[in-house]
Every structure is written in C-alpha cells, then in structure tokens.
C-alpha cells in the first residue's frame, strides 16, 4: 500500500464562533485538557513536545487528564467536566473522545492527536477545511487494515480464515471492518467478526475462538483493545494463533506483527497545532493532515513460539525486530 501524502492545501478561515485568541499574555498560564481513553505513551510525546516549545507545566502550562478507564461511555461527562474548567485546547485520542468533546463546546479548539477515519466518522466533512472548532491527525487507521492482512498472509501462506476482534461501541469500526472486508476479498480470504466490547465478551470470545481455530486474528484499532493487549498476546501465543495490530504496544506485548502509523510522530505534530492555536490561529485554518511515518514491528519471538519462520524479506522490510 501506498503510504498517503499528507494534506498541503490550508483551508480558507473558518467562521468560529469564539472571540479572537490573541498572543497568551505573558504569565498567564494555559490550561489544556487531555480527553482518552487511557494514559497513552504517545500523550507523553505531546507533553514533551510542548516542553520543547517553551510550555513548561507549573510555570505557564497545566494539563486537565480525563481518561475513561475502559468505558466509552464516560465520554460525555469527562468532556462537558472539561468544558466546565474553560480550558483553552482540548487534546483527544480516538473517536469517541473527540465526538464526546465536540458535542460538549463549539467554541473550545479541539486537536485530535490521532483518529482513524475522521470524514466516515462524522468528525468534519472536509479535510483541508475542518469544523469550526475541530482540527487535528488522522491516523488512516482503518485504510491500513488490508495492508496487515497482507502481512499476514506473507507470514502465514495458507492463510484462508481470519477472525477480527471489532468494539460495537466505538463508531470508526465501521470503517475498518470495511476495509479489512475489502483486503480478505483481494487475498481470497474469509473473515469472522467477533464483538468485543468489555472484558465479560473478550472472555468469551476467547472460548469461542479457541473452539472456532481461525488461521490467524486481526485486531482492529481500539482504545478498549490496545488496554487489553497483554491478553490477548497470551491468548494467541496459547493457541499458536498468528495476530496482526494496529498498535506497536501489542507487538511490544507478544503480538506477532504491528503495521502501525508513528502515533509518537502525530503527537509531537499535535503540539505544534495547540501552540499556533494559542497564539491565535483558528482550527478551521489549520487542515487535517494524515501520518507521515509508518513503522513495521514483527516480534520474532512470538513467530518461534507459533512455530512460524517469518520470510527474511518480511523482516529485512520490517523498521523492528523484537527478539
């Protein structure tokens, strides 16, 4: 797959309905909320990244985190908590987040560090030119999802049956199952849907998948699922079950391969949004702009504990090697 050049074209100014945001005065202190699902190393990248930029935590910058803790549906209450506190940026991780917080204030800037499908999510309907107050990085998550499938079937050459674990509760599955449907068609594939939403049906769909023995298991992008990786490792570990991700912490976990965008990288960019919208540019002048990094993470011991050989081409492509 094509890696996708990121959006150049900056959209004309959007109306918006917050009064001008000059230059911060000096010594006044800025207060930026972080809306996810979970305290995420990439969250880390942006705070530093910020530091680089001069925005020092307890000097002139303080961060509200509101994490949902394993439940989208907290969501709109974290959101309208942060609208509560008039903080001046609201930084968001996933879909859910940022729908939360751009149903809680049209007039509060959002920055979406990563999200995997902002149009078929309903998030803005034009890219170069976003929503009043919503601005941000797509992560093309859920175009990607043919591309593991691919990898998969290059580590695993009879592969025929593949099962996806898919969140209901989180509104860009839809997306990626549709493009993970597309893949499976191109490389002759089936697919199998398992619903995961909490841990109650991830464990039952652990006993449904030991029954079912699929070739290998995708899992699509989720902040609900990323939270449960060192499960699902062990679980696939276990029944020698070949596993594609979209995160590198699920590699880092015992997963066998992550085709993943930099999400450190969207973060890092992220701040540099947050900073020009403190200094008063608007949301809508700032275009939604797509990953520019991508790294392949095979974890070569996970393949030996499968009994898998991984090709030595698929590992010479690979930007790490876990062993």
Not at 148 to 169: D, W, Y
Not at 302 to 320: F, I, S, W
Request: proline share 6%.
């Amino acid at each position: 797959m094509r890696r996708r050049e990121f959006i150049t074209l900056l959209g004309g100014a959007a109306a918006w309905p917050l009064a001008v945001r000059a230059q911060q005065p000096a010594g006044k202190i800025v207060s930026i909320g972080i809306l996810a699902f979970e305290a995420w190393p990439p969250i880390d990248a942006f705070r530093q990244a910020l530091n680089d930029l001069g925005y020092v935590e307890g000097k002139n910058v303080r961060f509200e985190h509101r994490y949902a803790k394993g439940r989208n549906e907290r969501f709109p209450d974290l959101a309208n908590d942060l609208v509560g506190l008039k903080v001046d940026v609201i930084l968001t991780w996933g879909t859910e987040a940022v729908l939360a917080a751009k149903q809680a204030t049209a007039t509060i800037p959002i920055v979406m560090g990563a999200i995997g499908d902002p149009l078929g999510s309903g998030i803005v309907t034009n890219l170069a030119r976003p929503d009043a107050n919503v601005t941000g990085f797509s992560s093309l998550a859920a175009e990607l999802e043919a591309k593991r499938l691919e990898l998969l079937k290059e580590a695993v050459p009879g592969l025929s049956r593949v099962a996806i674990l898919f969140n209901p509760t989180n509104r860009y599955m839809a997306s990626a199952l549709q493009s993970a449907r597309q893949g499976a068609q191109m490389l002759h594939a089936s697919l199998t849907v398992y619903e995961v939403h909490d841990t109650t049906t991830l464990d039952v769909t652990f006993v449904k998948l030991a029954k079912d023995r699929p070739d290998a298991l995708l899992v699509l992008a989720d902040p609900f699922l990323v939270s449960q990786r060192s499960r699902i490792a062990q679980f696939a570990i276990e029944n020698r079950l070949p596993s594609a991700y979209t995160y590198r912490e699920h590699a880092e976990a015992g997963g066998l391969i992550a085709y993943t965008p930099n999400y450190h990288d969207l973060f890092r960019r992220a701040a540099t949004y947050v900073d020009k919208i403190l200094k008063g540019t608007k949301p809508g002048e700032l275009p939604i702009e797509q990953p520019t990094k991508f790294d392949l993470v095979i974890n070569l011991n996970t393949a030996r504990a499968l009994g898998l050989t991984v090709p030595l081409t698929l590992q010479a492509a690979a930007d790490e090697v876990i062993e």
